[in-house]
């Protein structure tokens, strides 16, 4: 079946500009997870969805990070103004349960680069 | 200190070699993953482990609980294993199975 697919695969943008990422999780997969991995740097969490629960938005790094999740499946994640930092890879992942531990199914990212 | 930590942060092999990556963690945890990071793909979890060991084809995770380290094994590497091998730890303290990671181990399998 259908893995998880992020889009755009790449984005180049302008300082100061908004940018919106799409993750679509493998079907029926209820949990939903943002990661960042920054050049140079190891994988960082940003934000998990759980069904119609609160998002755990713990590890988003600013307040110009956002990020929703409709009807349980398709996910946006939107960076207002960004900054040269937010220049990362930034990757979607899903798994088929919330529990404690469960398998993690990720997307082939989108690489984000602020000029 | 990283509450995950990866050693060697370098591997370079010989084809035909037995391959071990070591991972430390400082916290309670419900799981232990290991990932493959190919250049420019995505990321593939070969492992989730919580006791034991595990065992796929020519790879092979262990976990010492008590000890708090995992360690993954590649036998008769082969270049096509070279890839960025990550360490992650589901804590199950707060929301669901978010990973910690640890920093990666390159490995470079040379023919």
């Known amino acids: 079946g259908a893995g998880v697919s992020q889009s755009p695969s790449n984005k180049v943008t302008e300082k100061g500009k908004d940018v919106e990422l799409r993750c679509d999780p493998i079907s029926g997969h209820t949990a939903l997870y943002w990661y960042r991995q920054s050049l140079g740097q190891g994988l960082e969490f940003l934000i998990y969805?759980?069904?119609?629960?609160?998002?755990?938005k713990s590890g988003l790094p600013s307040d110009r990070f956002s990020a929703e999740r409709t009807g349980g499946s398709v996910s946006t994640l939107t960076i207002q103004r960004t900054q040269q930092e937010d220049s990362a890879v930034y990757l979607c992942a899903s798994s088929p349960y919330s529990g404690r531990a469960y398998e993690q199914y990720f997307g082939p990212g989108t690489r984000l680069t602020v000029t | 200190k990283n509450e995950v930590e990866q050693s060697p942060q370098n591997l370079t092999a010989q084809e035909g070699e037995f391959i071990t990556i070591n991972c430390s963690y400082s916290v309670g945890i419900s799981a232990l993953h290991w990932l493959q990071q190919h250049p420019g793909g995505g990321i593939v979890s070969l492992f989730m482990l919580s006791s034991g060991k595990k065992k796929h084809g020519r790879l092979i995770a262990t976990i010492n609980i008590q000890e708090k380290h995992s360690s993954l094994h590649i036998t008769a590497s082969h270049p096509r294993d070279s890839a960025v091998y990550i360490c992650a730890v589901s804590s199950g303290e707060t929301s669901g199975s978010r990973l910690t990671f640890g920093e990666g181990t390159q490995l470079t399998v040379n023919p």
């Open positions: 969805f759980q069904g119609n629960s609160a998002p755990d």
